[in-house]
Structures are given as structure tokens and as C-alpha cells.
């Protein structure tokens, strides 16, 4: 048996391959954490390669049209679906949840609470990126940066100052494209990759029921008074901003809805664009598609691992959480060598399982799988957390949309003249993602800020992620709400290896409420409450589907999900030790050199709101710490 190259490495042998490519930097993840990183060490000259397991697919319509986001999601090429256990220490309360999935044993997937005999348990869908530019070409482009006091958080958490929010700020700005304040407005980018619109809801509240629902909120929320035909008082206040310099911008309002969107195409504004951008401009990326990242590989350095390369695989549909995985395919294994350093990106589930690959994870479980260890690293795999998203559905005696007469056929092609106006003015309504968001405070925020996020649209009817979720059409009747529970209090989740192979996705358990579930659950509740609140100003009557008014925190437990998770590979300050944190506040991987992780997964917690733009803004702070510019 030929000795694996990181055994062969290790004990100072020489190998007998073919002498790989070296770049100065090899980053695995081309997301919000490794793709601006990659652009901007090649635009600074350094040479860089970068291994992403999808293809480039920004230019396809599931990708670049708004309207598509949620096909992306679910469908290949463009995104992994992984099956996760929301509860993996209680099958009973797993299994109360209907999107919970099996496999018949037919092969076809069943959902919902009878599964048939012999039927296999799969868990809990969970939508990735698998893609240049990673999850954000399929996510929901909602683009809310993160509170002042998370930054601050962070910065008090580890004393390094430099996580502050005004340090934070000032890269978010120097990555943001604004289009929607007066260009020089404090606190906003102008010159960046990533351009930003906000959603315009004037259709929107031309429905006499929504436009009274939204003057309820106002109330409830807020507190002030709004009439529901004054619209443009309304659409003033909509029109505030979460991603502004205010540092009150989080306490309960209802604001705009920021998105990352390209105003003049109507397109999706990612990353992907930009990174083909900069190789088209003659800058050192070089960018390997369709790439499975498999392990790093070190050299002893004076008694301490150092990073040296990536082994990976080249080949299509090699992951098992992939709709086109074929077990019979391996991909032709290749390595890249690193002359400076190698740094993960591949996100909160992968980041950690590439990491026990290469033999840096916690001991019981890299012996239990025989893998040699490199560095004993308990913290991966650990602490993971997501924000909570209970739904709330309601069914109302009358429509919320008044006019649904719709030229648009969802067809997305040359019959469908809402794809027309998209394709050649950039605009209509495939240009948005549609639906509002607003944040309130519960009595359980830690701080000034709100601790709720809601996000939702009339004339849905479901909330969640389940096989077939995509295909959703419009029932002008329901309203269905994702409250998602900010600042969420337990960190008991974990990814863990379930094969050696790396093309096995591994098993990623949630462990929801397992800590501090009172705190997380009366917050959801006050969500329901406010909610209902508003239904109830209206005077419409309605039925209220889930959960039940009965046992609200049962049905919350029952049909929570989510889907911003962070934290298997936390951040600490200089003095955690090995079971608290995995990497220090320059994102090196502790007790190996040359190693870094920027994405997701490095979060001490969920970067209060939605993940996107704060990973983003890492990836522009890692740049600068591995440039040696901070
Ligand atoms: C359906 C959906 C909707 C979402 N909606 C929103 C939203 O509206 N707003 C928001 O802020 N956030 C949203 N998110 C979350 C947000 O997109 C993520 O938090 C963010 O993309 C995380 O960035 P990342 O770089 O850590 O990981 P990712 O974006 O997941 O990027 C990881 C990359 O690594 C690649 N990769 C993984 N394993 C390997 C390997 N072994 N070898 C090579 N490459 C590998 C993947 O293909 C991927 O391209 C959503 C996510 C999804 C899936
Ligand atoms: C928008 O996306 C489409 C592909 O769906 C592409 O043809 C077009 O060039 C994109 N526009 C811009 C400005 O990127
Ligand atoms: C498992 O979940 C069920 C349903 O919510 C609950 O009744 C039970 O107490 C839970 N068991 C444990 C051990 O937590
Ligand atoms: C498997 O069985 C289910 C239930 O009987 C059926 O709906 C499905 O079509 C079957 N799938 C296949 C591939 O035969
Ligand atoms: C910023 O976005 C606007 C609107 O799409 C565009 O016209 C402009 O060229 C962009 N600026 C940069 C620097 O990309
Ligand atoms: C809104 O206007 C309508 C008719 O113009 C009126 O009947 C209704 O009372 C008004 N509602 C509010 C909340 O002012
Ligand atoms: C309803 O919407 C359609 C399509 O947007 C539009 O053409 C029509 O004028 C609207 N009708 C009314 C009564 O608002
Ligand atoms: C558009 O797609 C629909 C449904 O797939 C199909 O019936 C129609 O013929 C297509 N039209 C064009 C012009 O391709
Ligand atoms: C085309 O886009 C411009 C703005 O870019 C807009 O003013 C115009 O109304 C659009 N045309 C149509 C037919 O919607
Ligand atoms: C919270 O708001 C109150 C009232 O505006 C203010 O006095 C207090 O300083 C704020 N607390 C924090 C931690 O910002
Ligand atoms: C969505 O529905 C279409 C048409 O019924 C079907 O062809 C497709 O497979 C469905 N997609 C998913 C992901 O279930």
C-alpha cells in the first residue's frame, strides 16, 4: 500500500508523485469566508489557488434571477442538500416535526409524521452551496449586517480590538456597493463588489388587509401609530435602514429589506462575478472547479505541524449530499502545494470535516475512525449554533392579495413576459426575492437590540426546508411568517464524521433547545404573540395554523428549523485552550502553523442577524491580517 502523502510527509519521507503545482496561498471554499479572500490576495500579486467542489454556474437563471432563489437551493448544480437531525438525542421529538424525511424502501423520499414500514430516517433538509461563490449564489440575497454589539462582542470576547464595529464597519463599506441612499452617505460603500437595493413594498401594501396588517405592527412593535392608508408615511418608514451607521438601527422597527442585488441587471450580486472578474483582469487566481477538497497536508515545522498542501479530488457529483453523487465515481486525486499558507472556507459543515480528515479534531473520535492525529483540536465539530426560525401560518377567511391576476407564468422563458422584462430592462417582479422583514425585541434580548427577526410573505403557506419546498405557489389566503430567534443560546450542535471517505457528508446534529431552552422559547412565544397581535388589529378573521395556541412552545418545538450555521470551528481569545476554541481572532487554526479558517464556521456565536454580510466582511478582515496590513 502506497503510504498516504500527509503519513509520508509527517515522518520526513520523500514521495514518489508527479511534484504537485505550488501557489502561495491554496483556499479551499470559494463563499462569503474564501471568496473575497481569494480576490483580494490575488489582486495584491500574490499567487492563489482556489478549490471549490461546484462549478460556475453565476450566469445561469436559477442563480443570477431572484426569482429562482429557492430552486437554486434545491436543485443541482448548483447547491448540496444535506439531512441534518434537529434533535439527534430525541427521536421522539424529531419525529414530530412533518418536514422530517425518510427513504422508502423503493428509494423515493417520503415527508411528513407516517412513514411507511421499513422506511430509513433521513432527517431534517438542508440546503448549502455548492458553487463558485458558495451559498450565497443560492441563499435568499436578504443582506442585514450585523449589530454593533455583536462586533463589539467579539472584540470584548478575545480583547482584540480590531473585531470593534467601527474597524468592521470600515470594511463593510470598502466591499459594499450601495444603490439605494444618496451615494456618500456615512456608514455605506459606493466602490465595492457587492452591490446592495432595498425591496420597494408599495404593490405590496396597495392590499388594504396587508397595509392594515402592517399599521397593526407599527403598534405593536414600535408603538406608534400609522394609518393604514397612509402610505406614504408607511413606505417612509419601511424604507429605514438596518445596514445604516445608527447605532439604534436594531432596536424593534419595522425596516427595509436590504438586499444583495445588482439594481442595473436585476441579477444576483455575489461574489462569483467578482472572482471571474479578477481573473479575467490578469490577477494570479487560479480557480479549480468541480474539486473536492479531501485533506491538508503538513510537514513537521521544529515540532509543530505546518500546512504545506491540499489533496483533493476532481470529478463531478462526488459528494453524497449532492443530488448528482454516484458512489460508483472517485474523482482523480491531485495535490496543490502551498509555499505561504493554506486556509479552509468551506463552511460550517465541511470547514470541520476537512479539518478530522486531515487528523486535527478531538481525539476519541479521529482514534475511533483510525485517522492519525496531527493535532488534538476538541473544539471542531463543536459548538455549532444556528438561529431559530419557527414558523407562523395563518389562513384568513379573505385574500391578503387582493389583485392576483399576474402576467408572469413562471415559465422563465421567452413566453413568460415577466422573464422578458427581467432580461431585457432588469427589472419587474423576478427581480426580488418578494416577502418583508422587520425585527422586534423580546423580553429576552441581552441588550438594546432586537432579539427577532420576522420574515415573511402573504399568500405563502409554508416556512421551512423539506424536499420539494421550492415548489411553492402562491395562496392568496395563508400569510406564513419565519420568526427567527436572533442571539439563540445554545451551542450543543455538532458535525461529526461518519466515514473516512470525504465524499460522505457527515452527520451534523443540531441538538435544538438542549441549553437554555426557556430563554429561546419564551422569546419565540412573545414572536407568536406579537404576530397574532397584528392579525387580530386587522378585524379579519383567520385561522391560525401552526403552532397551536393550545401549546405554542410544543408546536415551536415541533417545526423550528433554520439555516445560518455558525461555530464549528469558533474563535477565542489568546488563552482559550484547545476545548474552548479552535482558532485565535487571526483566524489560525491553534496548534498548527500555516492554517487558517475564514468563514462561517469561526463565529463565536451567530453574528446576531443573517450570517451572509458579516462573513463577507471577515473574509475582507482576513485579507488584510494575512496581508500583514492591519
Ligand atoms: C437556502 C439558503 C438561504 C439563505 N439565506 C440567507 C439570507 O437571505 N441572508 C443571509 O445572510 N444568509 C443566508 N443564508 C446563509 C448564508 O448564505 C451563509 O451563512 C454563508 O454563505 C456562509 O458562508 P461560508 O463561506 O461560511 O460558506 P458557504 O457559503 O457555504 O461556502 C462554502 C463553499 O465551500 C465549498 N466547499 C465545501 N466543501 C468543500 C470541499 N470539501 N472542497 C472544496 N470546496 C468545498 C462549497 O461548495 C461552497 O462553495 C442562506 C443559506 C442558504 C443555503
Ligand atoms: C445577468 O444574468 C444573466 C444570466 O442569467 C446574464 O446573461 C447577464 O449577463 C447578467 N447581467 C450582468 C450585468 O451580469
Ligand atoms: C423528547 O421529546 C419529547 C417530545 O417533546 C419529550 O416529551 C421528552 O421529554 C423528550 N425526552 C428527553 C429525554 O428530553
Ligand atoms: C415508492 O413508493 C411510494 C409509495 O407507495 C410511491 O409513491 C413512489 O412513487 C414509489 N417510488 C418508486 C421509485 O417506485
Ligand atoms: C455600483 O452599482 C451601480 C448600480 O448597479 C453601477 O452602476 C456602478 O457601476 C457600480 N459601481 C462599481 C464600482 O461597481
Ligand atoms: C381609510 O380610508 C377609508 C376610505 O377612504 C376609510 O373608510 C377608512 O376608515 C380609513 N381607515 C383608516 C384606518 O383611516
Ligand atoms: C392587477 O394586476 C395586473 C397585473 O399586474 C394589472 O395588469 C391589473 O391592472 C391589476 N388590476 C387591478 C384592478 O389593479
Ligand atoms: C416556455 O416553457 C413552457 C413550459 O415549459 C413551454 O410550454 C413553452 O413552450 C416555452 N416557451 C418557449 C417560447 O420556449
Ligand atoms: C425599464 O427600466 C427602467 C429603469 O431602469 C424603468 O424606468 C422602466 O420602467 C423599465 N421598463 C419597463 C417596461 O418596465
Ligand atoms: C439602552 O437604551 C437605553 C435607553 O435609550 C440607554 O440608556 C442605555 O444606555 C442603552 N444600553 C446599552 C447597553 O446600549
Ligand atoms: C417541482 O415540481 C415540478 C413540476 O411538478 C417537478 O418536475 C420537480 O421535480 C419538482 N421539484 C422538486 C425539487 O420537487
Redesign the pocket.
Known sequence: MIPTLVTALLAGGSFAYAAPEEYDYVIVGSGPGGGPLAANLASSGASVFLIEAGGDNSRDIAQALPARQAFSAENAPHSWQYFVEHYGNNETQARRDWKYTYRQTNGSLYTGLDPPAGATPLGNMYPRGATLGGSAQVNAMNLAWAPD?EWDYIAELTGDSTWGHENMRRLFMEMENCTYVPHGTPGHGFDGFLQTTISNHDRDMMNPGIASFFSEMFRVVEGIEVSANDTAEMARLIARDVNGIE??RYESKISGRMNAINPSSGNRSGVADHLNNIVAGGHPLTISLNSLAQKVLFEDCEGTPKAIGVEYQVGEGLYSAGQQYDESQTGEVKTVRAKKEVILSAGTFNTPQILKLSGVGPRDELEEHNIPIVAELPAVGNFMQDNYEAPLIIRASEPWIVNTSSPCTNTFNASDPCFLLWQNNGTGPYTSGGGFYFTARSSQSW??DSDLFFLGAPGRSRSGFFPGYSNGTVEPNYWATSMIKMQTSNAAGTVKLLSTDPRIAPAINFNYFAENADRDLQALTEAAEMLLAGYDGTGIPYELITPSRDNMRQGILDESFSHHATSTCRMGPDSATVEEACVDTKFRVKGIKSLRVVDASVWPRVPGAFPNGPTFTMSMKASEVILGLE
Open positions: 454589539n447605532s439604534d441588550d438594546n
